[in-house]
């Protein structure tokens, strides 16, 4: 049976998902680590999601690319799925089109825009361009934006983020991506990202409040575009 690993970062991103495919919660992926596991099957496929789980010191849960790789690395080691999902929320751009609730695939890679090392070879390395799995044709069934989605740790932006952003062409700002294709790469899973924007990032609007307000809309409406791609994988 195909088995699809889906990987999230909130709670709230991906309780709509848990409950429209009814996941079973299962626990805890791998104690001591904070990442829970739901697990159920649909449509004749093995469907596991991990969530980065809450951070004991401060309450929150495990957003960012720390949390995002040691998830990534322990549901390969745990559940060796033939593909990954990284699913979530992420900021856009009014100049690349993007609209509050969009929903884009990545295509064709990820890449990180705050890993700023001026050493040769390291430069390029620390910028990432993890290549994905071809989304264009699962994009234009299901209507969904494309673009390279963009990862850092931090939810507002620098200018050195958006000159680096633009570099690439990064038009999916987001805080997991990158790091997860970067350990599906080494073990050469297949990889793709799905992300619904929260908020637009080239704006007045403060970001957080945006975030904030949208984080429930966004999240329902990558619920539905995330059951209609785990049809056609
Ligand atoms: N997640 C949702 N919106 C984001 C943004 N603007 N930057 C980083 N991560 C996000």
Not at 10 to 28: H, N, Q, R, T, W
Not at 80 to 95: D, E, L, Y
Request: aromatic letters at 8%.
């Amino acid at each position: 049976m195909t088995s699809i690993a889906l990987i999230m970062a909130m709670d709230e991103e991906a309780s709509p998902i848990v409950k429209a495919l009814s996941l079973e919660p299962k626990g805890y992926l791998c104690p001591p680590l904070p990442m829970c596991l739901y697990q159920g099957e649909w449509h004749g496929k093995q469907i596991s999601l991990v969530v980065s789980g809450k951070c004991k010191r401060y309450g929150v849960d495990h957003i960012g690319p720390q949390g995002a790789t040691v998830s990534a690395l322990k549901t390969i080691e745990v559940l060796s799925p033939s593909i990954i999902i990284n699913a979530g929320t992420a900021g856009g751009f009014v100049k690349a089109g993007a609209a509050i609730g969009d929903v884009y695939l990545s295509f064709p890679y990820v890449c990180f825009h705050d890993r700023r090392v001026a050493l040769p070879g390291f430069d390029r390395y620390g910028v990432g361009e993890y290549t994905c799995m071809d989304t264009r044709e699962l994009a234009s069934k299901l209507n969904l934006k494309l673009g390279v989605i963009t990862t850092g740790s931090s939810l507002d932006i620098t200018d050195s983020d958006i000159s680096i952003m633009n570099s690439y062409n990064g038009i999916v700002k987001e805080m997991e991506a990158a790091a997860i294709a970067w350990v599906a790469e080494m073990y050469q899973v297949p990889f793709m990202a799905i992300k619904s924007i929260t908020d637009l990032v080239d704006t007045e609007t403060p970001t957080e409040e945006e975030f904030l307000k949208n984080l429930s809309l966004a999240s329902e409406k990558l619920s539905k575009e995330v059951i209609k791609l785990l049809g056609e994988v």
